[in-house]
Structure formats: C-alpha cells, structure tokens
C-alpha cells in the first residue's frame, strides 16, 4: 500500500541504472540494487530532492565520508590469512547514533569491490543495518540463481535474527524511522517466504580482524 502523498518521500539516484528522482522506493531500487557504488539519498518534499540532484551527492553524504576518514584503515591482503574463503561476500552495517544515520553494504573479499550500498537511512541502529545486508545478499543472490557462494557476517544479532526467521528489533516507531522500518518489513517479509541457502558464515573477527565491509567507524 502507498504511503500517504503528505508522508510521501523522493529519491535521489546520482549513480545508478538511471539517475533521476523516483516518488517510490521501489523504483529507486530498480536503479540501486546491485549497482556498484550506488549513490542516492531520500528527502521530504520534490522541491529539496531537485535541488540535491542539481548538486553534487558529497554535499548530502559528507556527515558519513567525515565519520570513515576519521577511522579509516589500512587494506587488508586477506589472501595472507588462513582459513577465510575469499570466494565470499562480507556484509555489514554501521550507524553513527543508536538510533540515528545508518546504512549498510557487502564487498567482494578478494578484492574489497562494494556489490551494494544502502543508506543513509533515518533512525536505524547497527543491528538492523547489519540485519538488511545479511537479506540484501541472500535476496540478491537468489535473484541470481547464484546458491554457493559464501556470506560473512560478523554480527551475532543479525545471524540470530536471521536463523529464527524475523528481525526483533525494539525500536519505537516514529516519523523519522517510518522509511526505515517499511524496509524492515519488506525484508522479514522476504525472509518469510524464502530460505537462504548460500553458507554464511560467521566472521571470525578476534582472528582476522575487521570483516572487509566495515565502515571503519569505531
């Protein structure tokens, strides 16, 4: 069901399939899923999405690019550690507030190649972000038809949410995260009528340390 037009939300697509402004999250995703380096924000009203699409993408998401050059990290030559598939995805989220700014993402491991790219999204929390990257992965490959290759996660919340079937998040509903938890929904909902059968695996982060999608913010 559609949202109310006086809730109504546009999208911003500056890297995707077909940049533009969409009025519905479904079409924006047709542009964003599976896109490498996807960049696309949501805003309130037609007006404030025009003027951000005139400009440059860096201007919206500057809060997030300042937060990872403050913590970002040497690469990591993961071919030079034992036992992690480097056949995999590793995918993982990241929240500045708790709730606040999040978003989520998965790489290649071999080579730290971003697959996908989701956020920022208002009110969210680290373990509904790193959650929606376990369901993106397993609801991308399984549009792919690809059933084997490996799923890191470094999450034990989201690897549990993921077994039982459902998230099972106590965030309080509010206007800010009404975005957030529709897609929420839509993941659990997916979650319902599918089972993922790609190994994930948990990542061993004591022994490897951080998995290769991590926003480099702690």
Same mark, same amino acid.
């Given at each position: 069901?559609?949202?109310?037009?006086?809730?109504?939300?546009?999208?911003?697509?500056?890297? =995707?399939?077909?940049? %533009?402004?969409?009025?519905?999250?479904?079409?924006?995703?047709?542009?964003?899923? =599976?896109?490498?380096?996807?960049?696309?924000?949501?805003?309130?009203?037609?007006?404030?999405? #025009?003027?951000?699409?005139?400009?440059?993408?860096?201007?919206?998401?500057?809060?997030?690019? *300042?937060?990872?050059?403050?913590?970002?990290?040497?690469?990591?030559?993961? #071919?030079?550690?034992?036992?992690?598939?480097?056949?995999?995805?590793?995918?993982? =989220?990241?929240?500045?507030?708790?709730?606040?700014?999040?978003?989520?993402?998965?790489?290649?491991?071999?080579?730290?190649?971003?697959?996908?790219?989701?956020?920022?999204?208002?009110? %969210?929390?680290?373990?509904?972000?790193?959650?929606?990257?376990?369901?993106?992965?397993?609801?991308?490959?399984?549009?792919?038809?690809?059933?084997?290759?490996?799923?890191?996660?470094?999450?034990? #919340?989201?690897?549990? +949410?993921?077994?039982?079937?459902?998230?099972? #998040? *106590?965030?309080?509903? @509010?206007?800010?995260?009404?975005?957030?938890?529709?897609?929420?929904?839509?993941?659990?909902? +997916?979650?319902? @009528?599918?089972?993922?059968?790609?190994?994930?695996?948990? +990542?061993?982060?004591?022994?490897? =340390?951080?998995?290769?999608?991590?926003? %480099?913010?702690?």
């Amino acid at each position: 069901m559609s949202a109310p037009s006086s809730k109504r939300k546009y999208y911003v697509v500056w890297e =995707g399939r077909a940049p %533009g402004i969409y009025d519905s999250w479904e079409e924006c995703q047709e542009q964003i899923n =599976g896109f490498p380096g996807a960049k696309y924000r949501s805003f309130s009203n037609q007006d404030e999405a #025009t003027r951000a699409f005139r400009g440059r993408p860096e201007e919206h998401m500057a809060f997030l690019r *300042k937060l990872g050059e403050q913590h970002r990290r040497a690469a990591v030559d993961y #071919t030079q550690i034992p036992g992690i598939r480097l056949d995999a995805v590793a995918v993982d =989220g990241a929240c500045s507030k708790n709730p606040g700014p999040m978003e989520y993402r998965g790489v290649r491991v071999a080579d730290g190649v971003e697959i996908f790219h989701v956020g920022p999204l208002q009110g %969210g929390t680290n373990n509904i972000g790193e959650y929606l990257a376990l369901i993106h992965i397993c609801a991308l490959f399984d549009k792919r038809g690809d059933r084997t290759t490996p799923i890191y996660s470094d999450s034990r #919340t989201a690897l549990s +949410w993921l077994k039982r079937g459902h998230s099972n #998040t *106590k965030i309080t509903p @509010t206007e800010e995260n009404a975005e957030l938890l529709r897609i929420l929904a839509r993941a659990d909902a +997916w979650l319902a @009528t599918h089972r993922p059968v790609n190994p994930i695996l948990k +990542w061993d982060t004591e022994a490897w =340390g951080e998995i290769p999608a991590d926003f %480099g913010r702690k």
